[in-house]
């Protein structure tokens, strides 16, 4: 294999661009694009091609092993409050707590707290019914409401488990879950009132209306309670912070200590989200219970392989000895968590994925959190959140999620670059900067 630094860069560069091309340009579907890119780095190097197929399966197999429960779970807890009216319930609880006068301000926190379990698109699909009979109903600014929803949803999407972005980096750089959900959390909050804010701003400068012709329904659902409905997102949430806690707090007693760690294992909390879902819901029959939890595996698969193809690539990476290399080259003790979070940028921004960023610049950034100063617990916290912070940057054509928001609010392409991208842009520089801010409270 070749080990020239210049050479194993130009190769690194142009297995990168090589993704990019592939996803934004031809739109061939990230998995296939990862594991592509696997194999022309690898050949590159003049890699064996035994040992690139094998590396190839070591590290999606990897990848499967650690975060491959996770992700169905969380997708089918996702499913199941969809179907069950919890989203609705809890949508129209906070409204009402809120009042019609914090109308955007209720959409940004429903959308922080669906967003919690459910993937931002999914998210927005199922709550966009909702968010355009509000705007009508109130006359506020479908633009407004659409982006306030949107930003709270984006912000959780990009930082906590259980999203994929996130949980593989997590699982990558062996960063502990209950201590990425709470820190994840913190720092999500000032990103979503950023786009909150932004969502007023730009409200009032871009008229938008929905088309008149158009009836939207509201679908409540009537068998469950407010306290029904959060419960099977609390919970979770809960168990993997008390986790988190027995492992930092070394006077808890062993028994709880032991049943804390074995109830928040992240596997576990999702599953007891689920089943208190599917308890909730009375009168249902197995069939239709059978029905969703297939359809949670299946809506689960397409994420699952484009994380093991990450994987994979990454596998190919590290294979390549980079950290060595750039710790020699660039001056990476300097750069501190600045450097996951252009790389992560500049990925977004060209390919359109906030997961596809992160899994991506996870597998450039393992091997230099030694040369970045990074290499401890915290440091590593620190990393993920950056890289977080960084795929919210820049949302526009290339990424799906734009052309969700703009379907499924009826709103113009012109208005969504106005209103939309530039939130994006703020949201993932105030989060880099709660970043920073976290970096100088905690040892690394």
Not at 117 to 128: E, N, Y
Not at 142 to 157: K, Y
Not at 251 to 274: C, D, H, K, Y
């Amino acid at each position: 294999m070749i080990n020239s630094f210049p050479y194993l860069l130009m190769c690194l560069l142009a297995g990168i661009v090589f993704i990019v091309i592939l996803t934004a340009r031809f739109k061939i579907p990230a998995f296939f694009a990862l594991i592509a890119a696997s194999f022309l780095v690898g050949i590159s190097v003049l890699m064996p091609m035994a040992d690139i197929l094998n590396t190839i399966k070591d590290g999606f197999g990897n990848i499967m092993k650690s975060l491959g429960l996770i992700i169905v779970m969380g997708t089918t807890l996702g499913v199941v409050l969809e179907h069950n009216g919890s989203i609705a319930v809890m949508s129209d609880f906070i409204i009402k707590k809120m009042g019609e006068k914090y109308i955007a301000l209720s959409m940004n926190i429903i959308g922080f707290i669906v967003g919690m379990p459910v993937f931002c698109d999914s998210g927005f699909i199922i709550l966009s019914s909702l968010n355009k009979s509000i705007s009508r109903r109130t006359g506020i600014s479908p633009l407004t409401t659409s982006v306030s929803l949107a930003t709270g949803l984006l912000s959780v999407h990009c930082l906590i488990p259980p999203h994929p972005g996130a949980s593989a980096a997590a699982t990558l750089l062996q960063v502990d879950f209950g201590k990425l959900l709470l820190t994840g959390i913190v720092i999500a909050i000032p990103a979503s009132l950023v786009g909150y804010w932004w969502a007023l701003y730009t409200g009032k400068k871009n008229v938008v209306k929905l088309p008149e012709e158009e009836t939207i329904e509201t679908i409540l659902s009537q068998q469950l309670s407010a306290f029904q409905s959060f419960m099977p997102i609390v919970v979770p949430v809960i168990l993997m912070a008390a986790r988190s806690f027995a492992t930092w707090s070394k006077s808890s007693p062993q028994i709880l200590s032991t049943i804390l760690s074995s109830a928040g294992e992240p596997v576990i909390a999702l599953a007891i989200g689920v089943l208190l879902a599917l308890l909730s819901w009375k009168g249902k029959k197995m069939k239709i219970v059978s029905t969703l939890l297939s359809e949670g595996a299946e809506k689960a698969g397409g994420i699952l392989v484009i994380i093991g193809a990450g994987g994979s690539f990454g596998a190919i990476l590290g294979a390549m000895h980079f950290g060595e290399h750039f710790s020699k080259v660039l001056p990476l003790a300097s750069m501190g968590i600045l450097f996951p979070f252009l790389i992560t940028s500049l990925l977004k921004t060209a390919q359109g994925s906030s997961t596809v960023a992160i899994i991506t610049a996870s597998s450039l950034v393992l091997p230099l959190l030694p040369a970045l100063g990074l290499d401890s617990a915290n440091g590593r916290l620190l990393c993920v959140l950056s890289m977080g912070a960084g795929s919210m940057i820049i949302s526009h054509a290339n990424d799906a999620y734009f052309w969700v928001i703009a379907r499924f609010s009826s709103i113009e392409t012109k208005p969504m670059f106005r209103a939309y991208t530039p939130a994006t842009l703020l949201m993932g520089l105030v989060t880099f900067g709660m970043v920073c801010i976290l970096s100088l409270l905690l040892p690394h």
